[in-house]
């Protein structure tokens, strides 16, 4: 569950320590000064009130945690920033503006709040330290379904529009009060849990699994010092969660790239570059126009199981490549832009033949059944091979023609987005 960007902190010449072995740990070179704060389980923070039980996830600018709120015996998700991304901390001023506005949205419930935010000092600085409700996995986690080797990748039709409408108007919120998210992917939009808060310890690790660790060792001869903690905790997956502890709700996470709309920040956003608008891949452009872009491609993503704009290692020249086979050329005003690249886009040969209207058809075309002994796909998900019918291939198809325009200011704005019949109708 990544929640944060490109890392904060340089990557030093000399390893400190050595290479992990387990998946999705954060980098430990980050570890040390401005960087990560070290934790471990059974950690207590703010005079003992928050009681850490399990990781939740990373990304470049922060660790998260699961924490038990001692005063109100509750469980929170707890947001640790490193120390060099305490000094700004963006997300806390734009949420801080968010909670100032007047009257009542339904938008605003379903992107994230802060309930408490505190600081620790560590050896590596100070750290600012967001707590907020506990939400379940991100849309990525459950479409690419990483405990699943074969069969579906895409979320029951009526639960990805739903989900899709509450993330769109999440998305109008913010744009009504002039910000703009800038990190609109499916890695940042959670789906929520219901009736967690009578979990017992054992329960949580029944729920959760117990959490895997590895050991931090440092390279030959070196001491470990106090810089990074003792060992690395692998994320929960979310795997073993009963459906029943599931709502059909989600929430818009991480506002760290977020802007007010008048003041762009000169050197774009870090929006992975699947996501990414052409203005903003090229010429670094963020705007209400760019989350358009993403937030089309990530309602692709729910829908379908697989990305809109795939790439290798999600190069920008990759992503480029693929945005003409889907696309089509782009106008002339842009083309040079595209050539100046360096890439190999005025050579894609077939520009435009794998349609949008090919992209969403192809919807389940190739998911495989089940292996022998692995679990039956999970309530959320279509029954492998499930297509989608013909009215719905050329709906979602013409809402996508309609945001994924070249010129930013050719596309549906959000609220023509909330008005398309594919949120609505029942195919």
Same mark, same amino acid.
């Given at each position: ?20 072995m ?7 070179e ?17 005079g ?5 039980v ?15 709120d001692?005063?109100i015996q509750?469980?929170?998700? +707890?947001?640790? $920033? *490193?120390?060099?991304? %305490?000094?700004?901390?963006? #997300? ?7 909670? /100032? ?13 802060i ?10 600085g ?6 907020s ?22 979320l ?11 993330l ?21 939009? +959670?789906?929520? $849990? *219901?009736?967690?808060? %009578?979990w017992?310890?054992? #329960? ?7 959490? /895997?660790?590895e ?8 001491e470990?010092g ?30 760290g790239?977020?802007?007010l ?68 050329r782009?106008?002339?005003s ?33 998911d ?33 023609q ?6 930013p ?19």
């Amino acid at each position: 569950m990544d929640r944060g960007h490109a890392s904060l902190v340089s990557r030093p010449s000399d390893k400190l320590y050595r290479d992990t072995m387990l998946d999705n740990l954060e980098y430990v070179e980050r570890y040390n000064e401005g960087g990560y704060h070290p934790v471990h389980l059974e950690d207590s923070l703010d005079g003992g009130r928050y009681h850490i039980v399990h990781k939740l996830g990373w990304g470049g600018s922060s660790t998260v945690w699961l924490a038990r709120d001692e005063q109100i015996q509750r469980l929170v998700s +707890l947001k640790i $920033l *490193t120390a060099r991304a %305490s000094k700004e901390d963006k #997300e806390s001023t734009m949420l801080g503006y968010l909670d /100032r506005r007047p009257g009542q949205d339904p938008g605003r419930g379903n992107i994230i709040s802060i309930t408490d935010k505190f600081r620790v000092e560590g050896p590596n600085g100070t750290h600012t330290c967001h707590v907020s409700h506990l939400s379940g996995p991100s849309m990525g986690q459950l479409i690419q379904t990483a405990w699943q080797t074969a069969g579906s990748r895409q979320l029951r039709g009526s639960l990805a529009r739903r989900l899709a409408r509450q993330l769109a108007e999440a998305v109008q919120y913010l744009h009504s009060v002039g910000m703009v998210h800038g990190d609109i992917t499916p890695t940042n939009v +959670l789906l929520r $849990l *219901t009736g967690i808060d %009578s979990w017992s310890p054992d #329960e949580v690790y029944c729920q959760l699994g117990h959490p /895997r660790q590895e050991k931090v060792l440092s390279t030959a001869g070196k001491e470990l010092g106090v810089y990074a903690p003792k060992y690395l905790v692998q994320p929960t997956s979310f795997s073993k969660v009963e459906p029943n502890y599931f709502s059909q709700d989600m929430v818009l996470i991480d506002l760290g790239e977020t802007f007010l709309s008048p003041s762009p920040p000169p050197k774009g956003v870090g929006t992975p570059n699947q996501y990414a608008s052409p203005e903003l891949l090229l010429k670094k452009q963020a705007s209400t126009w760019s989350d358009i872009w993403a937030l089309s491609c990530t309602i692709f993503e729910m829908r379908s199981g697989f990305p809109l704009f795939e790439s290798w290692l999600g190069y920008d020249s990759h992503v480029l490549e693929a945005m003409v086979r889907v696309l089509g050329r782009p106008p002339e005003s842009w083309w040079s832009a595209f050539e100046e690249r360096g890439t190999a886009v005025m050579k894609v040969e077939g520009a435009g033949q794998y349609s949008l209207v090919d992209q969403v058809s192809e919807i389940g075309a190739e998911d495989e059944p089940p292996l022998r002994g692995e679990a039956p796909p999970r309530p959320w998900m279509e029954p492998p091979g499930t297509r989608p019918s013909s009215e719905e291939v050329c709906c979602l198809a013409g809402l996508l023609q309609r945001t994924l325009n070249y010129m930013p200011e050719e596309r549906l704005p959000i609220e023509g987005i909330l008005r398309h019949k594919w949120f609505t109708e029942d195919f």
